[in-house]
T-cell receptor, first 108, second 113 residues
Framework: KNEVEQSPQNLTAQEGEFITINCSYS?????LHWLQQHPGGGIVSLFM???GKKKHGRLIATINIQEKHSSLHITASHPRDSAVYIC??????????FGEGTQLTVNP | SAVISQKPSRDICQRGTSLTIQCQVD?????MFWYRQQPGQSLTLIAT?????????ESGFVIDKFPISRPNLTFSTLTVSNMSPEDSSIYLC??????????FGPGTRLTVL
């Protein structure tokens, strides 16, 4: 079993839909990261969370430390949101362990 | 925040040769990391590049295959040695600022023939 599990692996939505991507982990962490990777390979950090909830524009990330679970929500999805979304947990020494990623496709 | 650049952005190499990838950060950082992303897979940590000491390698990665330098707080290199087609991947560096998120370089796309 991977230390970081994401679901779903693939997600197709229509423009405007509300999207949720889930992440569960099995190790003790100091923080959880949500990352976005576009087809060219570049990675953008969306959120770093250690508790509660954060919001940037249409993106919302939540974490429940007791349940070892985090969710990334996208409101009013748009085709430009199409990308791979990766959950990563930070353990000792700022090391990151990554989930497999969720491929999101938003159709117009 | 931090801006990270990598060189080269991509390369095609012959089996048995070596390639050195450079990672430059626009501010001083304590921790720098090197990751590999094989085709269709997520990222795997290769090693943590420590300034002033040897890199710390993850299980499955060794210094002879992936020597790393960290001469100062803004720069690091990763060499992929004696390459084989299985080394074809995207190689990314990242840097962490204290109490801040991690920043990633744009990646180096390596193809080994």
């Amino acid at each position: 079993k991977n230390e970081v599990e994401q679901s779903p692996q693939n997600l197709t939505a229509q423009e405007g839909e509300f999207i949720t991507i889930n992440c569960s982990y099995s190790v003790g962490i100091s923080a959880l990261h949500w990352l976005q990777q576009h087809p060219g390979g570049g990675i953008v950090s969306l959120f770093m969370l250690s508790s509660g909830k954060k919001k940037h524009g249409r993106l919302i990330a939540t974490i429940n430390i007791q349940e070892k679970h985090s969710s990334l929500h996208i409101t009013a999805s748009h085709p430009r949101d199409s990308a791979v979304y990766i959950c990563a947990v930070e353990t000792s020494g700022s090391r990151l362990t990554f989930g497999e990623g969720t491929q999101l496709t938003v159709n117009p | 925040s931090a801006v990270i650049s990598q060189k080269p952005s991509r390369d095609i190499c012959q089996r048995g040769t070596s390639l050195t990838i450079q990672c430059q950060v626009d501010s001083q950082v304590t921790m720098m990391f090197w990751y590999r992303q094989q085709p269709g897979q997520s990222l795997t940590l290769i090693a943590t590049a420590n300034q002033g000491s040897e890199a710390t390698y993850e299980s499955g990665f060794v210094i002879d295959k992936f020597p790393i330098s960290r001469p100062n707080l803004t720069f690091s290199t990763l060499t992929v040695s004696n390459m084989s087609p299985e080394d074809s991947s995207i190689y990314l560096c990242s840097a962490g600022l204290a109490s801040d998120t991690q920043y990633f370089g744009p990646g180096t796309r390596l193809t080994v023939l």
